[in-house]
């Protein structure tokens, strides 16, 4: 039966994995490969060796010798642990989605474009990396890479050139949400899961990730497609939709970075803090909107329908819920190999079959090959179940460097191909961006920035 579940599992992430050949959301294996497996654990329950404990990191002594009843018990009691773990990170990235829309209803980001002044290719490439690099850690850098695109697109005629900065972009959107506990799904998977801590996170991987773009932009900066001036563009009078645009940007951005510090004080999980931000997010839209002259659009119909409804449903009826029930069938599909036992099994074996490249501080801990290899996996298989699984598969204490690396590697590992991060995926969108083509021209760039930023933690954890 394990087999069977594995090949499942296997089957549901390769067509995952070529959802745009087959034209079939990733969502879709995701959920039914989900259902499968716990269908098929269930049936099977009596056939199982063994039984990992997720809520103790361990394998259920004598599972094998229960009766059936005692094993579906433990079947259900780690299945609602999974749903509610699962839960947290789902209702926390509905909250930091909700007020993203939300900034954007007001039209609050259209504040960042007014901060360009600069006609030189090389200051807005520049410009550009470092906004991606430090708004993904706000936002989260799919959302980063949506908003700097919409901003691209208004101050870049040349799609050609838009193009090259929407690669980079991607880079420096991922390496930005490495460093931060909301800047990327895979790292907040870490922090929930208390593997990680705000702190340390930072401390560990800020100049990692800082270098993983850096390197790649001056690069970049000398060759042909940043060398001189952009053509005037014909959207430099664009004014703001609403007059609260500002501050509605600066109170939800605030509210997002509040999160950690509400966890820090109350130890409470993250998305209470999100839902509270979210709240006064909220209120704050609900008096606004009813302001007067609150909308400025020269368009009708969209004035319109911002006077007729709600700011906060609107803004919810925006919300990409594919990706939320992507993140639910993939967390649970992989849920239900490490309830198995399977991951642990396999952890195991890694070690084993992989010593080489030890850590001197912790000679007895997991190889700095598998988590490179991790990251270079990343950028071919979403990096959400390499992290479950590696959730799964490792047992070591919160804020271990082993979290750290595995955080820097796996976000930023998917920038060496567009389809390896949400945010090359939502850019391949928004621009048509080729995938042979990025292959050619942006992914050695990844990669030397990705193998930069690893040298350097390495480095720096001696330290630390």
Known sequence: MEAIIIIIFVLGYLAITVEHSIKIDKLIPALVMMAISWALISLGIDSFPQWFDSANHGLVEGFSD????????????????HLGKTAEILVFLLGAMTIVEIIDYFDGFSTIKGFIKTKSKKRIL????????????????LTATI??????????????????????????ANAGGAWSPIGDVTTTMLWIGKKVTTGHLFVYLFLPSLICMLVPFFVASFMKPFQGNLEQSGNDNDKPKSKFSSTMLYLGLGGIV????????????????????????????????NSKFSITSHDSEESDAHAHHSPVHHSLSKIELP????????????????SLGILFGFAGTLQETMPMMQTEIDPNGVSDLVVLLLGVGSAVIDNVPLVAASLGMFSEPVDNQLWHFIAYSAG?????????????????????????????????LALIGFLAGAIVFMFTRTIF
Do not use: C
Not at 264 to 285: D, N
């Open 66 to 81: 229960l009766d059936h009843e005692n094993k579906m018990h433990w079947m259900e009691e780690t299945l609602l642990h």
């Open 126 to 141: 520049w410009i550009f990396g470092f906004l991606a690099f430090f708004l993904s850690a706000i936002i989260d850098n």
């Open 147 to 172: 908003v700097l695109i919409s901003i691209l697109q208004k101050l870049v005629n040349d799609r050609n050139v838009r193009i090259w900065y929407a690669g980079l972009i991607i880079i420096a």
């Open 258 to 289: 509040s999160v950690p510090i509400f966890k820090t004080i109350t130890h409470l999980p993250p998305y209470v803090g999100m839902m509270l931000a979210l709240g006064v997010v909220a209120i704050f839209a609900e008096i606004y909107s």
């Open 323 to 338: 990706s939320i029930l992507f993140f639910l069938g993939i967390l649970m599909a992989v849920a239900a190999l490490e």
């Open 412 to 444: 930023t590992g998917g920038s060496m191909l567009i389809i390896g991060s949400a945010a090359g995926v939502v850019a391949m969108g928004m621009e048509k961006i080729d995938f042979f083509w990025y292959f050619k021209k942006i992914s050695w």
